[in-house]
């Protein structure tokens, strides 16, 4: 069974400040690992993901993510927050092909001007 | 340009009402999924259909149906036996076989009144 967990339901940073974004995933295949974007009362978008050919992954929107299988962690980050960035963020951990995507609570992203 | 449409965006019900959510992809993706997501608990998987004219319960099934009778569509309807139905839904699809991730739907935020 996989699953991932994302520490902090709530995350506030001050605006060019740095933006770290905690997920842990726990998965018995290898593991394929997405981050999501949600601004409100909308869908979700994809900012990027892992599917074992780096383990440096970067997105849309200058955000990046590392997988360390050592530490069974998908962190994502970006160096310098914008207002714009405000939204909610979900971690999520499939198999290959995608058959059983799994979802994290998701955490809020709050940017202070 | 491809993508999910739903429909409608916001929708009110009287108790004891069944209602129909709309989801429709020109993606040509095989794999089509619902999920209801509530605050601070992610998304929670109700169905989801692989192939035209099948489909499968997910986590939170009970009180929810889908048809799939065709590739481009599949619609959910929340029934009267849903206890608690007032949530935002989304749609998503995918192509199988692949490992591009979910591409979602902007959502159908439900309330009952």
């Known amino acids: 069974a996989q699953s991932v967990t994302q520490l902090g339901s709530h995350v506030s940073v001050s605006e060019g400040a740095l933006v770290l974004l905690r997920c842990n995933y726990s998965?018995?295949?290898?593991?394929?690992l997405f981050w999501y974007v949600q601004y409100p009362n909308q869908g979700l978008q994809l900012l990027l993901k892992?599917?074992?050919?780096?383990?440096l992954v970067k997105g849309i929107n200058g955000f990046e993510a590392e997988f360390k299988k050592s530490e069974t962690s998908f962190h994502l980050t970006k160096p310098s927050a914008h207002m714009s960035d405000a939204a909610e963020y979900f971690c999520?951990?499939?198999?290959?092909?995608?058959?059983?995507?799994?979802f994290g609570a998701g955490t809020r992203l709050t940017v202070k001007p | 340009d491809g993508g999910i449409t739903q429909s409608p965006k916001y929708l009110f019900r009287k108790e004891g009402q069944n209602v129909t959510l709309s989801c429709e992809q020109n993606?040509?993706?095989?794999?089509m999924y619902w999920y209801r997501q509530d605050p601070g608990q992610g998304l929670r998987l109700i169905y989801y259909?692989?192939?035209?004219?099948?489909?499968q319960k997910g986590d939170i099934a009970e009180g929810y149906s889908v048809s799939r009778e065709k590739k481009e569509s599949f619609p959910l309807t929340v029934t009267s036996a849903q206890k608690n139905p007032t949530a935002f839904y989304l749609c998503?699809?995918?192509?199988?076989?692949?490992?591009?991730?979910?591409?979602f739907g902007s959502g159908t935020r439900l309330t009952v009144v």
């Open positions: 998503a699809s995918r192509m199988t076989g692949t490992n591009y991730g979910y591409t």
């Open positions: 998965s018995s295949v290898p593991p394929y």
């Open positions: 892992y599917t074992s050919a780096a383990t």
């Open positions: 999520a951990v499939s198999d290959f092909g995608n058959n059983d995507m799994r």
């Open positions: 993606l040509n993706h095989d794999a």
């Open positions: 259909s692989q192939i035209v004219n099948d489909f």
